[in-house]
């Protein structure tokens, strides 16, 4: 007999993160025989570095396995603490550091904490689907900024003025983005410095993919001056240290807001995993050697996949500047094989042709007519998916 439940409307407005949602039905139809070439999720296919996982072991060895404290272990959040006084030029001192498990804790909590009904949230569009997610599980107003490729999936400055207004408590930054892996300028992060500090708005700077970064220096809005005191800096291990199932993140803020997020922690979580924030201790004071390499082969992998996506009739795909991601433009396909829509494209490339890819359109509806691809895959699987691909879209 169905349950017939009645549900709070803030699941309503929840959204979800779509990649989850795809590694579902890939599994499914792995545990069915299939044979799947998988781009579809943002997790790097290399190993976590040996000093990390014997810490760990370590520790874990030692029975400290117990709760620790709910904004992370002095330690950890001292190490956090210099390496973004090395890296971002500002003095960060361990009170104004929260670990949490994954970084994307701390894009909800920042929402929970600034935003009330009534109140107005930016973020990018197409971008990460959980800035949506949480603005609007709050009862506020997602304000999509838009990023179009004619503009090098960076804002238009203007469009981005006229979005913001007295209602306006937070924006959302991503750079290198997700879905694009493009960057903001200098000239991008100052108008948006100028924005926040005249209309006393804090800004969240998502920087998961700081060091995966092929050309030029990494620059974080928290460096600018007066940005500081109303920054909330996201960071973490999955992507760099190739952790993803070891959920380690971490945000850096003013410690008024520090005090309000660790509240946060200790209602939902209680405390990050007590031996995992030990090996992050060891992932960023120990050697960065497979880090390096990892991203050299990411950056060797991402002029694979773009030169091969260009060479498939119908595609067009811009050369991304970070992260591992590719943003291939696949809008003639669709007119050419009178697809409604990106999501049509991928469900046929997943059934039909064995490639797991993620519509444009699951990062936000101005990323319709795009695909996301992730080049976090073995150089073997990009060349033969996208041979597969090439001759799947010809019968088109």
């Given at each position: 007999m169905m349950n017939h439940f009645k549900y709070s409307e803030a699941l309503g407005r929840m959204g979800t993160e779509t990649s989850f949602l795809m590694g579902m039905r890939v599994a499914e139809l792995e545990r069915q025989g299939r044979k799947l070439i998988k781009f579809h999720i943002g997790q790097p296919d290399f190993p976590t570095p040996e000093h990390v996982k014997h810490e760990a072991i370590k520790w874990i060895n030692q029975d400290y396995t117990g709760y620790t404290e709910s904004n992370g272990i002095y330690d950890l959040r001292e190490a956090i603490a210099q390496h973004i006084t090395k890296t971002r030029g500002v003095e960060i001192d361990p009170a104004e550091v929260v670990v949490t498990p994954g970084a994307k804790m701390i894009l909800f909590g920042a929402a929970l904490m600034l935003l009330n009904p009534g109140d107005e949230g930016v973020y990018p569009n197409p971008g990460y689907p959980i800035y949506e997610s949480a603005i609007d599980i709050t009862g506020a107003k997602s304000v999509p900024v838009i990023l179009s490729e004619e503009n090098g999936f960076c804002f238009e400055?203007?469009?981005?003025?006229?979005?913001?207004?007295?209602?306006?408590?937070?924006?959302?930054?991503?750079?290198?983005?997700?879905?694009?892996?493009?960057?903001?300028t200098k000239n991008d992060l100052k108008l948006v410095r100028d924005l926040a500090v005249d209309n006393d708005i804090v800004v969240l700077s998502d920087e998961i993919y700081s060091r995966i970064l092929y050309e030029g220096k990494h620059e974080s809005i928290i460096s600018m001056p007066g940005m500081k005191e109303r920054?909330?800096?996201?960071?973490?291990?999955s992507k760099i240290y190739a952790m993803t199932g070891w959920r380690l993140g971490y945000g850096v803020m003013p410690k008024e807001l520090a005090k309000h997020?660790?509240?946060?922690?200790?209602?939902?979580?209680?405390?990050?995993?007590?031996?995992?924030?030990?090996?992050?201790?060891a992932a960023l004071n120990g050697p960065q050697t497979a880090s390096e390499k990892m991203v050299a082969e990411f950056k060797r992998r991402r002029e694979a996949m773009v030169e091969g996506l260009n060479e498939i009739e119908g595609v067009t795909c811009t050369l991304p500047k970070g992260a591992f991601y590719v943003f291939p433009n696949v809008k003639h396909i669709l007119r050419k094989g009178k697809m409604k829509?990106?999501?049509?494209?991928?469900?046929?490339?997943l059934m039909d042709a064995g490639i797991a890819t993620l519509s444009g359109t699951y990062f936000g509806?101005?990323?319709?007519?795009?695909?996301?691809?992730?080049?976090a895959a073995s150089m073997e699987n990009i060349k033969k998916g996208l041979e597969v691909m090439k001759a799947y879209v010809e019968k088109l």
């Open positions: 400055h203007e469009k981005f003025k006229a979005l913001v207004n007295k209602k306006t408590k937070l924006i959302y930054l991503n750079s290198p983005s997700n879905p694009t892996g493009e960057v903001l920054t909330i800096l996201v960071d973490g291990f997020m660790t509240n946060v922690a200790i209602n939902i979580y209680s405390c990050p995993t007590s031996f995992v924030q030990k090996a992050g201790i829509s990106s999501v049509e494209l991928m469900d046929k490339l509806k101005y990323g319709e007519g795009y695909l996301r691809l992730s080049y």
